[in-house]
């Protein structure tokens, strides 16, 4: 009975674990497309992007007009994903799937703050992610 118990509270922390706000308060991926969240954490910092909010219904809402029209990632030869080679530096992890690699391009200044960060959401389409805060 006791094992029984525990077993199910397990399972329901797990259940609790795939849901969006959860992934986007923590910064993990939930399986599956468009499954990044909006927010990410790299080297002590926090990024944001408008386009993705791991399957929330709310970021569609939040979305301008010109967000709606913009595709969810870019292929890296797109002008709006930055230039110059790329350095991957992270991860996003996915619960049950495999992690998603941070890139940033290794043209600034040593200890500059990275402003912005490459999120591959699938082979060779990126998501941007913009700095939250001030340097």
Known sequence: MV???????????????FLPPLANHFGYALP???????????HGRDYRSHMTCAGADWCEAEK????????????REDPAAGSGPLVRVDEVVTLFGAA??????????????????????????YV???LMGGP
């Open 128 to 130: 941007s992610y913009t």
């Open 32 to 42: 599956g497309e468009h499954g990044l969240p909006f927010r990410v954490h790299y």
């Open 3 to 17: 094992s029984t118990a525990v077993l199910l509270g397990l399972g329901a922390l797990a259940g609790i674990a």
């Open 100 to 125: 998603h690699p941070v890139f940033t391009t290794p043209n600034r200044a040593q200890g500059e703050t990275v402003m912005t960060i490459l999120v591959e959401a699938s082979g060779e389409c």
């Open 64 to 75: 301008t007009p010109a967000d709606r029209a913009k595709p969810y990632c870019a292929p």
